[in-house]
């Protein structure tokens, strides 16, 4: 539509000049020369005709052939550029996901293994030391002297062998808390304060008995102390009784160090409870310290992490517990931080009752980006390939074609040659330029021999035109030409020219007595005599009816009145052979150039006049 209204817009009245095809019905602007469609069923040679003679179809833009394939594969690219970069991108973002699961999977696994080979020793090793047949038997009795001697040097063997070499032992009747350190700082007085159950940083104690849970790990700053570890807290029992708690603290910073902050941008990895409260955290900020004794909604939990998929962090947490699953098992699932899409994977660890989660920000640890490259070869290539099909198209299709449309218009301008020198093609186009260059030749050759024929058909009408029908010699208008044309040269060349005027004598008598026939006859006997009696050069002419003139050059007097008087002798002689005899009256005159054609007419036929006066079948002659 708009290639339409283009069109009519630069060139209005084309339709009104196209109007023998279908050109007006469907719209559709015919071609004149190149860059110009002509429509199915339209004729080459009438639509070059009326464009030949419209000169506005030279300023006529339309959308050439080659232009339109340039669009055309221009548009290809583009499309298929998109489609190509969409299902790139879709196919990139599958392969990370599919490779993101299998790192989630591994890493989850990895960080589990790395926390739980140091914890599990520790817990064992706390586990031995609650069980301590020594420290349960001061326990009962913790003033006794030697009691306490001895379970002062179980504790220091303990504290040696634990990882931070540090220990502590609360007693659940008096609620002393024995501690000694790496440093051994309180080797001989083990003993620090006593647990108060009124005092809230305390109550973690009191909490774990009451709740009577064989082992717990927390993080939890000891105030009276001054530090923050990871505490490993094991209940020690005689006789089925509680009698107090052992344990030891992991320095927080190294742990964290080791176990969590990876260094690995892009994966997140934390520990948290059973409850979802933040136990371990490369930001200390975030963990959530003494969980144990806070009331729920009151921690810092995993919840608070992400903005997107807590559900179904907590789904998969209650999964995993109900399944008793170990820490080889792993869900993943999409989940968001920060604003931003991230691959969770969370494995449960029974020995501790915590969950591992990693968080991984497929974005900044394998960007789409980083397929760019295959994209830019892949499109390089296919660029490649569309340029390779361009040229194709313009060696074997757009040049032979241009080439063919030149040839059609120089032979439209009937240069009929240019249809051989087209150069050679192969296939459909070649054939087209077989089947072209045998048309132009067929129509050179027809167009020949119709010029041939015209020419004849216009020299036989042109004589047709100057001579007489009857006698062959010429007729009025014949005459007129050559009286024109003797004066002229008579003019320029300063001669006279003499012209004698025949009529015959009493021919109605002729036709009246002895038929029209005869009086042909004799209209022919003189035509025939008039040839034969003047000089080759000289002209004859029936002037009309019954009269003949004679134009004789170079003429003078003497040659005009015995041409005049020889022309009569021999009309009369063979007027006597066949048929009835007749004779002619002559006027004879000698013209000068200068006198106009008319006077030299009414001179000759004055004289004749006087002829047919003195009697008929004589010779008048005038000279000026
Ligand atoms: N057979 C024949 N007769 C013609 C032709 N053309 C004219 N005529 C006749 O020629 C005659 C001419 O007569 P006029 O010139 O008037 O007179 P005329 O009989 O010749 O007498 P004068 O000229 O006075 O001697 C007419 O009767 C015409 O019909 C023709 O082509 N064939």
Known sequence: MAWWLTCSKLY????????????????????????????????????????????????????????????????VLLITSAATWAVFERIAEGIVEEWGLRIAEIQVRYDSARLLQPLEREIALAMQMADSTVLRRWSRNPRD???????????????????????????????AYYHNNAANEFVDEPYRYSLDPDDPDDAWFFLLIEQGKQFHININPDVELGVTKLWIDVLMHDDNE???????????????????????????????DHSGAIQLHRDPDVIDYASLVKP??????????????????????????????????????????????HLAGIAYLPAIDWFEVTLIDLDELMPVSHFASVALVFSLMLLGALLIMHIALRRLLLNPLLALEQAMLKVQAGNFEAA?????????????????????????????????????????LDRLARHDDLTGLFNR???????????????????????????????????????????????????TQLRAGIRPYDHAARWGGDEFLVLLNPCDRSTLSLTAERLREMI????????????????????????SLHDVLQAADDALYQAKEAGRNQCSIVTP
């Open 12 to 75: 209005p009245n084309w339709k009104a000049r196209c109007k023998h095809h279908a050109c007006s019905k469907t719209k559709t602007p015919a071609r004149k020369r190149r860059g110009f469609l002509l429509p199915a069923g339209c004729r080459q040679n009438t639509h070059a005709s009326i464009m030949a003679s419209t000169p506005p179809y030279s300023g006529y833009v339309c959308v050439s052939l080659k232009t339109r394939f340039q669009l055309l594969i221009a548009a």
């Open 145 to 175: 002297a030697d009691l306490l001697a001895a379970a002062k040097d179980e504790m220091e063997s303990f504290r040696r062998n634990f990882r931070d070499q540090n220990y502590f032992v609360a007693l659940r009747e008096s609620g």
């Open 242 to 272: 509680i009698t107090g708690m052992v344990g030891t603290g992991l320095e927080l910073d190294s742990f964290l160090e080791e176990i969590v902050d990876i260094g690995q941008p892009g994966i997140t990895t934390l520990f948290v």
């Open 296 to 341: 729920e909604g009151q921690k810092n939990s995993i919840d608070l992490l992400l903005d997107g998929g807590e559900v179904r962090m907590r789904q998969m947490m209650e999964q995993l517990r109900a399944e008793h699953a170990g820490p080889e098992q792993v869900l993943t699932d999409f989940v968001s931080m920060d604003g931003k899409r």
């Open 420 to 460: 051989d020198e087209l150069p050679s093609s192969e296939g459909e186009i070649g054939r087209v330029i077989s089947h072209f260059r045998t048309m132009a030749r067929a129509i050179r050759d027809n167009t020949r021999h119709l010029e041939a024929k015209v020419h004849e058909r216009t020299m036989a």
């Open 477 to 527: 208008r014949g005459m007129n030409e050559l009286l024109h044309e003797v004066q002229a040269r008579c003019l320029r060349d300063n001669q006279t020219y003499g012209l004698i005027w025949l009529d015959l004598d009493n021919f109605k008598d002729i036709n009246d007595n002895h038929g029209h026939g005869k009086g042909d006859l004799a209209l022919q006997t003189v035509a």
């Open 572 to 595: 009369a002689d063979a007027s006597d052979q066949d048929g009835p005899a007749f004779t002619v009256s002559v006027g004879a005159y000698l013209a000068a150039a200068d006198t």
